[in-house]
């Protein structure tokens, strides 16, 4: 049943996204779903069991592990509930199947901060409610007919419990995903195909005249089907970053707090919209639509190290939709047009960074495109072509900012048609702000990759954090739980306190002829810390510049360059 029903799903992953709407238009609802339900298929491959129980659970851990987006996260939970109850079961007879089914939708129900109707909660509510209200047979091929026959009816009606659908349209993404996944169940039960009707799966979207954002607008004899998303503006999505994570609990204590899922899932939904916490054992899944991701994270540390991090820009998703939408559309060419299509000017920028602040500092310097990212997330080379290809210039510089980024940089400069991309291999944001500071308007583009690539070797780049285990590296021995500062790439100390590590790495970063010290200060950075700063670097090296700038920067508190 749930390879077929993985395989179901899989065949209309397109449709899914297709219809993904809600609660913002991340555009990938049957690819979440599909990709989480694939991680359970290979789990329970793993460990095939004929004991219900045991297969259950091993399909459920691997859901957890595997689980992408809301509605991948939620699809974990309704099969999470449903190993529970069937834990200890080695067969069950058609009751039991649909107590679990029961089950599961109160797991996926709690899993959720805020339960939103007229979604995937809802199509499984109702068809298990119906199930366990089943009362005419005892053979579970019937059972899951009529499970299916209620998620396609509930699945129908969700336009009308969800306003968002309504005007645009369609029934809800997670919702028709969970439908397909019931079709496979029933294909496998039947022992044969299934036909399936598509009536349910869309209202008509043909409009007659469809604006897709201000000043779009298809002529009426296009009659396009479009996805959800052309009905909606880019301006309107209030939390831009899909955050997901998973956080390992440390045993005891992490900076005095004790880990408890009401709190924490309390805490992260201040913080933004479609909050999904699934604690299982020492696993935690979160998943959240935020504005800062960097605070969601800096939250999740205090209880714990964080791993599988994944950070996407929907407001970019968003417009690359649109973008799409309108490749073959030929609008009337006049001469203004025309003249227009030339690049708009000699020279953009692209950099990567990761934190509020130093994404202001590059943008107000100059920068287009600043593509969110760093140690732990690493754009793409496609998220590094696509960014260059929305800037209308002529020559375009790319600052990865990070030695992890600069090879999918590098591989960016040939994917590129008809503009210029140059690669300024900086290393750090320190090292990435001096090269932008270096660039001349007036010069050509080879004085400037000169001038640019010149600036990396003037300046010093360091960073504190703090040490997730035990090690030793470059003579120094470090322990769990202490700061570090490093250097260019090289840890230079391990202490018990932040203010010594910080102390530490400017001692080894000033020399006599440095002129400038710049700090940024991370999401974690405490005012009365900075402050100390300061007057440590002005008692101890009266003659410094002292810079100060708020970065925002998750992980880690401080950043520093020396120049």
Known sequence: MVLAGADSLRRNVDKV??????????GDTGTNMNLTLTAGCEELKKKPSSHIGKAADALSKGLLMGARGNSGVILSQLFRGFAKHVHDLENVNVQQFAAALQQGVETAYKAVVKPVEGTILTVSKEAAKHAT?????????????????????????????????????????????????????????????????????????????VSLVPGMNLAKEVHAHLPAQAHLATEDIEFGYCTEFMLTIAPGKVKGLIFDEGTFRDQLSKLGDSLLVVADDELVKVHIHAEYPGEVMNQAMNYGA?????????????????????????????????????????????AVALGDGITDIFSSVGVDVVLSGGQTMNPSTED??????????????????????????????????????????????????????????????????????????????????????????????????????????????SQPSLMDACKKLLEEMIEESSEIVTILTGADAKEEETEELEAFI???????EVELHPGGQPLYAYLFSVE
Not at 432 to 439: D, K, N, S, V, Y
Not at 476 to 484: A, E, M, V
Not at 538 to 544: G, L, R, S, T, V
Request: with cysteine; glycine share 8%.
């Open 17 to 26: 996204n297709g219809l993904n709407v809600f609660p913002v238009p991340d």
């Open 133 to 209: 209200q089943y009362r005419r047979g005892g053979d579970l091929l019937d059972l899951m007919q009529e499970v299916l026959s209620k998620a396609k009816e509930a699945l129908a009606r969700t336009p009308e419990q969800l306003a968002v659908l309504k005007q645009v349209g369609v029934v809800d993404a997670g919702g028709q995903g969970l439908v397909c996944v019931y079709e496979g169940f029933v294909t496998a039960l039947n022992g044969g195909l299934v036909q399936v009707d598509d009536d349910y799966a869309t209202m008509d979207t043909r409009l007659d005249a």
């Open 306 to 350: 964080l791993s599988r991090i994944k950070i996407e820009n929907m407001r970019d998703q968003h417009s690359h939709i649109l973008e799409d939408m309108t490749v073959g559309y030929e609008a009337p060419v006049s001469i203004a047009a025309t003249e227009a299509s030339a690049p708009s000017k000699p020279y953009g920028f692209v």
């Open 384 to 493: 590094i072509v696509n960014a260059v290809n929305r800037i209308d210039a002529e020559t375009i510089y790319v600052l990865p900012n990070n030695s992890n980024i600069i090879l999918a940089a590098q591989q960016a400069v040939e994917l590129v048609d008809n503009k210029t991309l140059i690669v300024i291999p900086s290393k750090s944001i320190p090292q990435g702000l001096a090269a932008i500071l270096a660039f001349q308007e007036k010069a050509d583009a080879k004085a400037n990759t000169e001038a640019m690539n010149e600036s990396l070797r003037r300046v010093k780049s360091g960073q504190v954090t703090y040490a997730v285990r035990d090690t030793n590296m470059d003579g120094i021995d470090i322990k769990q739980g202490h700061f570090i500062g490093i250097q260019d790439g090289r840890i230079v100390s």
């Open 538 to 544: 002005q008692a101890i090296y009266p003659e410094m």
